[in-house]
Every structure is written in C-alpha cells, then in structure tokens.
C-alpha cells in the first residue's frame, strides 16, 4: 500500500493518488510507552533542527570538452553556455546533537559518482573533521543530460567524451564543497515541513509496454503508469520564513533533445532558476538566498516528451504516426523514432520551461500551506555493496544473485527521448534470434560472456560484457553506495541508478513497511527516492520488466535481481536509523570500497595552445534598436573558453544604462541568454564568440550593451590574461 501525509486540519490537503490522508500521525509518540500516550489529544509538534542551505558553482568548460553529456553522441560536441549548472547544498542536524546531521547534495548533474563524492567528502571531512563523512553525505544528480561530461570515473560513460575531463571534475568538486561550505556556515534554528502535490502533465511513461508486464493486481493499486506526486521538505525559520526546500519529482532531464550543443541544466536545473528568481526577482541567478531544489526520483521509465513519440520520416507512409508500441521504432528501425515535449512546435527551450514551471507551480503550492510538522531523529547510514555475484534470499525463501555488470543489445538501441542507432531496437529479449554480425563484431569491443555471466543474465542478451572488461581500466562499476538519509518521519532512499516507476514503489513500500514493523518510525512514515546518486549503477527495473528488455532492462547492468537485492539489503539496514542512542552513530559491515581509478583516466581532449586575435574587437555589431521579443546579438573575437572557467562570474553581460553608468542586467545564468563560441583558425589559435539576448517582455525600456569577457592563452610562456569587450550600445523599447 502507499504512504500517506497527515496535514493539520487548516491545511489544504493534497493527496496523490492512492495516498490516503492519515490525520494526527504526525505527532503521535514513539519510543517506551508510547501506546500508553496515544490516548492524547494529536498536538502539532514543531521539531527545531539546525538547518543550512546554499549553492555553489559547478560548470566545467561548456566548449569543446567532448559531447554535451547524457545522450551518447559523439556528434553532440559542445560549444556554447545556456545556463549554468550548479550545486544546491541541504544540511540537517540535530541541535541536541550536532554530530547526527545529513547533507543532502542536489546537483545539476547528470549522476552522482564515485570519484567525484570521493574528493567531496576527503575535502569536507579534512576541513570539518568527524562532522561530514562518507556516511552522511549523499551525491545527488538532478540527470540532466545537456551538462558537461567526462567526470565519471568508470569508461564507459565516458568514451562520448573522449575520456576524462578533470577540468569538469575539479569544477564540480569545487563548487559542490563551496556549497555545503556556504551552507555549513548559514546553519541556523529552525523548522521541516513535508507535503505532496500531483503534477500529472510533467511527465510519461516511455517504456509503457514493459510497465504493462508488471502484474495486473499491482497495476490496478496505482492511477497511473507514471508516478505524478511532487513531495516536497520545506526549510523554514523560526520565524516561520521559508528558506527554500527540496522537492522530489520523477521527469527524466531530456527536455533538451540529442541536437542541442548548448550547456544547460534541462527541467530540474531550470525549476530552481525560475522558483528563485520569483522569490528574489532583483538577484542575479546564483546570488539568491532563497534555495529551490528540485530532486529527482524513480526517474527511470519517465519522460519530459509528453505528447507521446512519433515517426519523423518525410516521405514515408508512416511518417507522423505514433512509434511501434512494443519496439520504438518506425519502418523498423529505432533512429527516427522521437518523443515530443509539450512545447515542440515552439522550440526545444519552450518544452524545457514548460516542464520546469509545470514543477515551479507544484512546489509553490505547497510552500503556500501548512505542511505536515516534521519531528524525529536526524540518522544516516551507508554501507557499500558489491554486486557482482552478490547472493541474497528472496522473502519466498529462494535464494537469488546478482551479476557482474552487462549491457543488453537494447541499449543500443536508445529510448523515444534519444533514439540508437543502426538496427538496434528495444524489446528484444533471448527468445529472439540476434544478428550475426553484431554476435561477432561485440566480442572485439568487451570479452565474450561465459556460460555463468550468460545465465545470470537471462533472458539479457548480453551487447557490451562490461564486468569483464577492465583495459585500459574499469569500463562499469560492480560496487555501488547504499546509503538512507533520516530526518524524523522522512526516510530518504539514496539510490545508485535510475530506478522505473514500478522499481520506485516496490522498494519505497518496502522500506516503509520495514521502518513500522520494526518500530523505527511509526505509521507517519514517508519514505522517497533521491537518485541516480553516488555510484552511477544505470538502471533499475521490475523482474517483470527486465523480461521484456526495454532499454531500461537492457541497462540493468547487475541482472534481473537488481531491484531485489536493493530492497534486501536497504530494507537489512533500517535498524541503524533508529532512535534508540545505542544505534546512533552506528554503522554496518560494509564490502570493500571501490577502488579509486583516478590514477588511470585516459583522456583523448587536447589542451588549450594558444589564443590569438584582437580580443573583445567587434566583428559583427549590434542593432541601434530593438523590442521586446526580439533577439539581439554581437560577434566578437575571442579567446577559448578553457583557459577560465568563470565559475563565480560570467562569460557576457547585458548592461543597462543607470544614470551615468552600467549596470549588470543579466548574465550567462540567464535562460534568455546565450554564449557561443567557434574555432576560426586552429593552427593560428584565433577564435569568434557570439552573445545573443532575447529580450523579456518584462525588460524596461532604456540603453543597453552587450559586454563579452574571455581570456586568452599566451604560446609562448602559457599566461592567461583576461579581458573584455563591449557592443554598441542600443534602445530597448
């Protein structure tokens, strides 16, 4: 059965079907003699916690840095910024003991890593020892995938972006230790409050005939093929003014197609631009106290597309019709099988804000009610997990395992939100016969599967033998972070990979039937999925669904036992998160931590040479007038983007004429912004930059200027200098 929220009664109650409303659970008592006290009166408890939260910067280099991250396509190479990706730092403690605290890390991100939290938690617990710890610190990506890429630590993520960037790496690392530093050193008193809301236009299920495999009696317990709540955790002070919040929401960070080349941080990463700009209209983005986060969750199945996926095949009899059902295809083949956002006939940015405001409007809502109290004991716990060959028991009794990690030949052939390649199609399983020449052509790329890894990945037909190939180092992950954060009533499940709808509620029902039967919290308990975070572990389906091997079965790497073995061993650690002092600080035995392959990243990027040119010289000047709605641009000589990353500046800003002088108007934060930058010549290092603004309808009328900032890169010697340019200047009227 679902969980449910237990508002006060002045609350407008939002429920999100089936959740069923439970009044005055909230604040019943826990502990020794708590069923001797339930005959009280239910009071609303007001639990006081410590509570800091703020951002920090985390773009690496937006040009030339392999493909925009997310969708596999070498042809996908960045070369521009439409807005910033940043971290967005949470921290919890408990103020009778400030050593129980969690920091919740929600970063515009594709995926957490194992690298990258590695360096985040040597750098916190060097700086604040025996506060943050691999413990209780969790690594959330919001799975955007119109980020940078090349900062995971295993290969095969990474093979699009031509290997190991650590400029991104270092980037993200900086700016999400900036972040929980910020909000370490903004820890004040205050309150929680949780509530849910249905946002059902936000998002689909693109795999919907492996979420029919599930079984009918299950099914029937949910509306819908897609979870629609929208929960949110409200950080207040103790003068009841709201500090920001982190909500959860499932909609995959596709909203932004394969064809973009721009940085940006797709739905989730332009929900928080959008809520805080509401809250604090005249900052610039980035400067905003107010912090939105927006999570992702059972993010597996989900897509932004939500007018369904059709053939785009001019000249075809099919063209414009809706994709095959069961395979995605059309003619076919996979390639031209494409999902459409709400916004498409507009543009792709239209379906991106369309999607973001879709969640802005749900987590305004409840920001603008009396959330359940939350109040309870601030715990964490983690431990790691080696999934290959991992054995488990099944609560039947019958024993299980997992596998080393493989990929099926359905991953190739992609999702309705960016289609494969070749003939690859979804919902292929080992009951079809495969084509010879990739059963050949595969074993030049990753070893052959033996009969162990063959069987244990039935009915997987195995593409990529990932688990066994480790030249020149690991191409996928076998150990993975398991690891619950609690505040009070809030169990969150912090999860390696990206689990479907269906994977997102077995595992959240369990979990919470674990925290009453065992006592841990009692029938307020709600219990959500943050992820894919840490460790990035792919995917997570159903058994049922792994049958049908869609492309998320496909990427269940460690076989049809995945979401099986999460639960046994998530549901094994509950008892840690107990009030009981004796298990406070406490922590269980843990497999061997993954190794650390920093020291044998490959990468194939060249470095920075040299920059020549006049910088910041005029090429193509602006327009001496403009209106709203209209995009106005300049063309400047420029330098590579590389050589400074500006992570707490900017690459351009529209200037507004005050008085007698400039102010900043907007940034390269802003969506309505944007930077592009071209190689001219390579053996002369001389270089062009475009600044566009498309100018709001909000935008007072006066004299504006584009000002483009860079830095160029000496041949001989290496310095890098900075400068700046600035456009004619223009009416806005």
């Given at each position: 059965m679902s969980q449910s929220l237990a508002p006060p009664p002045e609350a407008v109650v939002y429920v999100v079907k089936p959740f069923r409303t439970v009044l005055g659970l909230a604040c019943l008592p826990r502990g020794p003699n708590a069923l001797a006290r339930r005959h009280r009166k239910p009071r609303h408890c007001l639990r006081d916690y410590s509570l800091g939260l703020l951002r920090g910067p985390a773009t690496g280099p937006s040009t030339r840095s392999g493909?925009?991250?997310?969708?596999?396509?070498?042809?996908?190479?960045?070369?521009?910024?439409?807005?910033?990706?940043?971290?967005?730092?949470?921290?919890?403690?408990?103020?009778?003991?400030?050593?129980?605290?969690?920091?919740?890390?929600?970063?515009?991100i594709a995926m957490g890593d194992t690298g990258i939290r590695r360096s985040?938690?040597?750098?916190?617990?060097?700086?604040?020892?025996?506060?943050?710890?691999?413990?209780?610190?969790?690594?959330?990506?919001?799975?955007?995938?119109?980020?940078?890429?090349?900062?995971?630590?295993?290969?095969?993520?990474?093979?699009?972006?031509?290997?190991?960037?650590?400029?991104?790496?270092?980037?993200?690392?900086?700016?999400?230790?900036?972040?929980?530093?910020?909000?370490?050193?903004?820890?004040a008193e205050g309150r929680l409050g949780l509530g849910n809301i249905t946002v059902v236009d936000g998002n689909i299920n693109r795999s919907p005939s492996a979420y029919l495999a599930n079984p009918a009696a299950e099914r029937a317990m949910y509306e819908y093929d897609q979870d629609k709540e929208l929960t949110l955790l409200k950080f207040e002070d103790m003068s009841s003014n709201a500090r920001g919040f982190l909500s959860f929401y499932a909609v995959h960070g596709t909203s932004l197609y394969e064809n973009n080349t721009l940085v940006s941080s797709d739905n989730?990463?332009?929900?928080?631009?959008?809520?805080?700009?509401?809250?604090?209209?005249?900052?610039?983005?980035?400067?905003?106290t107010f912090i939105a986060g927006f999570t992702q969750s059972n993010v597996?199945?989900?897509?932004?597309?939500?007018?369904?996926?059709?053939?785009?095949?001019?000249?075809?009899?099919?063209?414009?019709?809706?994709?095959?059902?069961?395979?995605?295809t059309c003619g076919g083949t996979v390639q031209n099988c494409h999902g459409r956002g709400p916004g498409f006939r507009i543009s792709d940015f239209a379906s991106n804000e369309i999607i973001a405001q879709l969640q802005v409007d749900g987590a305004r809502s409840l920001m603008g009610q009396s959330l359940v109290p939350v109040s309870g004991s601030v715990r964490s716990v983690h431990t790691y997990l080696n999934m290959s060959f991992h054995q488990f028991t099944l609560p039947n009794g019958t024993a299980a395992q997992t596998c080393p990690p493989a990929m099926g030949y359905a991953f190739a052939g992609g999702t309705t939100d960016g289609p494969g390649a070749f003939d690859f199609v979804?919902?292929?399983?080992?009951?079809?016969?495969?084509?010879?020449?990739?059963?050949?052509?595969?074993?030049?790329?990753?070893?052959?599967?033996?009969?162990?890894?063959?069987?244990?990945?039935?009915?997987?037909?195995?593409?990529?033998?990932?688990?066994?190939?480790?030249?020149?180092?690991?191409?996928?992950?076998?150990?993975?972070?398991?690891?619950?954060?609690?505040?009070?009533?809030?169990?969150?499940?912090?999860?390696?990979?990206?689990?479907?709808?269906?994977?997102?509620?077995?595992?959240?029902?369990?979990?919470?039937?674990?925290?009453i039967s065992q006592g841990v919290i009692g029938n307020d308990a709600y219990v959500v999925i943050a992820g894919p975070a840490n460790t990035y572990g792919h995917y997570v389906t159903t058994l049922e669904e792994y049958s049908i091997q869609r492309y998320e079965g496909a990427s269940t790497i460690f076989g049809q036992y995945t979401l099986d073995a999460y639960i046994n061993k998530y549901g094994s650690l509950v008892s840690f998160l107990a009030d009981d002092a004796a298990m406070a600080g406490a922590q269980p035995p843990s497999d061997p931590a993954p190794p650390d392959l920093s020291g044998s990243a490959i990468s194939l990027q060249t470095g920075v040479v040299q920059d020549n040119g006049d910088f910041g010289k005029i090429i193509t000047n602006v327009n001496p007038s403009y209106t709203t709605g209209q995009t106005v641009f300049a063309v400047f000589q420029g330098a590579n983007p590389r050589n400074n990353l500006r992570l707490e500046s900017t690459f351009l800003s529209v200037d507004r004429l005050v008085g007698s002088g400039w102010v900043m108007y907007r940034s390269d934060s802003h969506p309505s912004t944007v930077y592009r930058w071209t190689r001219t010549n390579t053996i002369l290092g001389t270089s062009s930059v475009n600044i566009s603004w498309t100018i709001e309808p909000s935008t007072p009328s006066g004299i504006y200027r584009l000002t483009y900032f860079g830095d160029w890169k000496a041949l001989i010697g290496g310095a890098v200098t900075p400068f700046s340019g600035s456009s004619g200047n223009f009416t806005v009227s």
């Amino acid at each position: 059965m679902s969980q449910s929220l237990a508002p006060p009664p002045e609350a407008v109650v939002y429920v999100v079907k089936p959740f069923r409303t439970v009044l005055g659970l909230a604040c019943l008592p826990r502990g020794p003699n708590a069923l001797a006290r339930r005959h009280r009166k239910p009071r609303h408890c007001l639990r006081d916690y410590s509570l800091g939260l703020l951002r920090g910067p985390a773009t690496g280099p937006s040009t030339r840095s392999g493909a925009v991250f997310g969708y596999a396509s070498l042809a996908q190479t960045d070369t521009g910024l439409h807005m910033r990706q940043r971290s967005r730092a949470f921290i919890i403690a408990d103020p009778s003991n400030s050593t129980n605290r969690v920091v919740f890390i929600n970063a515009d991100i594709a995926m957490g890593d194992t690298g990258i939290r590695r360096s985040i938690v040597k750098n916190l617990s060097s700086m604040y020892p025996g506060i943050y710890t691999n413990t209780n610190v969790a690594l959330v990506g919001t799975h955007q995938h119109s980020g940078v890429g090349g900062y995971l630590e295993n290969l095969l993520p990474e093979i699009t972006s031509l290997g190991y960037v650590k400029q991104t790496a270092d980037a993200i690392v900086a700016g999400t230790v900036r972040a929980v530093v910020q909000a370490h050193n903004s820890l004040a008193e205050g309150r929680l409050g949780l509530g849910n809301i249905t946002v059902v236009d936000g998002n689909i299920n693109r795999s919907p005939s492996a979420y029919l495999a599930n079984p009918a009696a299950e099914r029937a317990m949910y509306e819908y093929d897609q979870d629609k709540e929208l929960t949110l955790l409200k950080f207040e002070d103790m003068s009841s003014n709201a500090r920001g919040f982190l909500s959860f929401y499932a909609v995959h960070g596709t909203s932004l197609y394969e064809n973009n080349t721009l940085v940006s941080s797709d739905n989730k990463g332009m929900a928080a631009y959008l809520y805080e700009a509401m809250v604090e209209p005249n900052a610039m983005p980035g400067n905003t106290t107010f912090i939105a986060g927006f999570t992702q969750s059972n993010v597996g199945d989900t897509s932004p597309n939500t007018l369904g996926a059709f053939c785009e095949s001019p000249g075809e009899s099919y063209d414009g019709m809706a994709c095959d059902f069961n395979h995605s295809t059309c003619g076919g083949t996979v390639q031209n099988c494409h999902g459409r956002g709400p916004g498409f006939r507009i543009s792709d940015f239209a379906s991106n804000e369309i999607i973001a405001q879709l969640q802005v409007d749900g987590a305004r809502s409840l920001m603008g009610q009396s959330l359940v109290p939350v109040s309870g004991s601030v715990r964490s716990v983690h431990t790691y997990l080696n999934m290959s060959f991992h054995q488990f028991t099944l609560p039947n009794g019958t024993a299980a395992q997992t596998c080393p990690p493989a990929m099926g030949y359905a991953f190739a052939g992609g999702t309705t939100d960016g289609p494969g390649a070749f003939d690859f199609v979804q919902g292929d399983n080992a009951s079809q016969p495969q084509n010879p020449f990739w059963e050949v052509v595969k074993g030049f790329v990753t070893p052959d599967a033996d009969a162990q890894q063959t069987a244990c990945q039935y009915p997987k037909p195995i593409l990529l033998n990932t688990g066994y190939a480790h030249s020149p180092y690991n191409w996928s992950p076998h150990t993975v972070d398991i690891q619950m954060l609690r505040v009070g009533q809030l169990v969150m499940l912090i999860m390696p990979g990206e689990l479907t709808t269906m994977a997102g509620r077995r595992i959240r029902n369990a979990i919470r039937g674990n925290l009453i039967s065992q006592g841990v919290i009692g029938n307020d308990a709600y219990v959500v999925i943050a992820g894919p975070a840490n460790t990035y572990g792919h995917y997570v389906t159903t058994l049922e669904e792994y049958s049908i091997q869609r492309y998320e079965g496909a990427s269940t790497i460690f076989g049809q036992y995945t979401l099986d073995a999460y639960i046994n061993k998530y549901g094994s650690l509950v008892s840690f998160l107990a009030d009981d002092a004796a298990m406070a600080g406490a922590q269980p035995p843990s497999d061997p931590a993954p190794p650390d392959l920093s020291g044998s990243a490959i990468s194939l990027q060249t470095g920075v040479v040299q920059d020549n040119g006049d910088f910041g010289k005029i090429i193509t000047n602006v327009n001496p007038s403009y209106t709203t709605g209209q995009t106005v641009f300049a063309v400047f000589q420029g330098a590579n983007p590389r050589n400074n990353l500006r992570l707490e500046s900017t690459f351009l800003s529209v200037d507004r004429l005050v008085g007698s002088g400039w102010v900043m108007y907007r940034s390269d934060s802003h969506p309505s912004t944007v930077y592009r930058w071209t190689r001219t010549n390579t053996i002369l290092g001389t270089s062009s930059v475009n600044i566009s603004w498309t100018i709001e309808p909000s935008t007072p009328s006066g004299i504006y200027r584009l000002t483009y900032f860079g830095d160029w890169k000496a041949l001989i010697g290496g310095a890098v200098t900075p400068f700046s340019g600035s456009s004619g200047n223009f009416t806005v009227s």
